[in-house]
């Protein structure tokens, strides 16, 4: 009998909804393959499709649909809210400095470092334990003067819940533009721009089952960004190149599936989280569970196992059908702690032994049973290893 495979990955990525490639499908076929710049029929058929994918993605934030910019994904959009409003401010006269905080997606840290490379200056956000930014720290980067600043609504490792709300405001009143990539956030906790007065927000297609390569930039003033890629007048000529229409129908109706979704996935995924680290510290007394004092996502759960290796830990599970991700990145043989859990304070050794589990749409309590007899013996065969491999 074939092993039950069980896919706890979700905050990494999720399969395409069968509604979404039903979508999409009518844009890859004879009928509506134009390009959307074009004025013919089936040019014509394929703006539709795009226009209507930016209502419906309008609709669900509380934004205007002239206000969704299409890119290739979370990375894309991260980039050009960094570092196209960094480069807008230079070219004012303004600030040629971004803030950030310690805990957000690579993406936005390396969109910042390329910032510091093309001459300006970044300022790191300080978080506490549980994951917050330091408001403090935040008011006197303000102070300072910055382009923009980004924080991130939940954080992809351990599903932080930033108080960005709080965070907007502050910005808002120093007439600096903020940055939130809600790539975690969006069908898992309530987003709305009606809510947070943020100017820009990011969104990701394949995180809410959409293919990848399609992602969103809601910019919500013109004027504070400049495009860093560069070719025909496209999307306001903010990002130009001919529309993925496929990819942007397909993110249109994703997003509208989520926010319909939302608040019944967020009551039944946090149970199953809330059921596995239950059943997880029983039978793996000592586990410790990150940011669990700060308000976290339904979906994500970030467990350090000590004694153990996180990339060891994975490799077992994987071989037990069992698919989650690290909480660390293995760097040249070395396992190391993730840059997260180190700026939360959490100790090295628990940093390396990290694991997240992530739940979607399919997830299911088998789902849970299954982690949780899989891992005292996968827990006690890694440490038995880690010992013989320390004498």
């Known amino acids: 009998m074939p092993k039950r495979l069980v896919y706890l990955d979700n905050a990494a990525t999720t399969p395409v909804r069968p509604e979404v490639l039903e979508a999409m499908l009518p844009y890859l076929g004879?009928?509506?393959?134009?390009?959307?710049?074009?004025?013919?029929?089936?040019?014509?058929?394929?703006?539709?499709?795009?226009?209507?994918?930016?209502?419906?993605?309008?609709?669900?934030?509380?934004?205007?649909?002239?206000?969704?910019?299409?890119?290739?994904?979370?990375?894309?959009?991260?980039?050009?809210?960094?570092?196209?409003?960094?480069?807008?401010a230079r070219d004012r006269g303004g600030p040629f400095r971004v803030a950030v905080s310690a805990i957000e997606h690579k993406a936005v840290l390396a969109a910042a470092h390329a910032v510091v490379h093309l001459g300006g200056e970044e300022i790191v956000l300080p978080v506490d334990g549980a994951g917050g930014v330091s408001e403090d720290a935040l008011d006197e980067a303000l102070g300072r003067g910055i382009a923009v600043a980004c924080v991130m609504w939940v954080n992809n490792e351990v599903g932080a819940i930033q108080a960005v709300a709080r965070l907007a405001a502050r910005c808002c009143e120093a007439g600096v533009p903020f940055h939130v990539d809600a790539v975690q956030a969006f069908g898992k906790i309530p987003v709305s721009l009606r809510d947070v007065p943020c100017t820009l927000l990011t969104?990701?297609?394949?995180?809410?089952?959409?293919?990848?390569?399609?992602?969103?930039?809601?910019?919500?003033?013109?004027?504070?960004?400049?495009?860093?890629?560069?070719?025909?007048?496209?999307?306001?000529?903010i990002r130009p190149g001919t529309e993925n229409v496929p990819g942007i129908v397909a993110l249109g109706r994703a997003v509208e599936l989520a926010a319909r979704e939302q608040a019944e996935f967020a009551l039944r995924v946090a149970a199953l989280r809330d059921e596995l680290e239950r059943r997880l510290l029983a039978v793996v007394p000592d586990a410790v569970i990150n940011a669990a004092r700060s308000p976290r996502a339904p979906h994500v759960s970030n467990v350090s196992v000590p004694g153990t290796d996180s990339e060891a830990l994975l490799m077992h599970l994987d071989l037990a059908g069992i698919a989650c991700s690290s909480g660390s990145a293995c760097s040249t043989g070395a396992v190391e702690p993730s840059h997260v859990l180190t700026a939360m304070g959490v100790p090295r050794e628990l940093g390396v032994a990290a694991l997240r589990f992530s739940f979607g749409k399919d997830s299911s309590v088998e789902d849970v049973d299954a982690v949780i007899g899989a891992m005292p013996k996968i827990v006690e065969k890694v440490r038995q290893l880690s010992a013989v491999l320390h004498r």
């Open 30 to 88: 004879r009928d509506a393959f134009g390009n959307p710049s074009s004025a013919h029929r089936f040019g014509r058929a394929a703006r539709a499709g795009v226009e209507e994918a930016k209502r419906a993605i309008a609709e669900a934030l509380g934004a205007e649909p002239g206000q969704v910019i299409f890119t290739s994904g979370g990375t894309e959009a991260d980039n050009l809210a960094v570092i196209g409003t960094a480069l807008a």
């Open 203 to 237: 969104l990701s297609g394949h995180k809410i089952g959409a293919p990848k390569g399609i992602g969103a930039l809601i910019v919500r003033d013109r004027h504070v960004v400049e495009a860093i890629i560069h070719g025909g007048g496209q999307q306001f000529g």
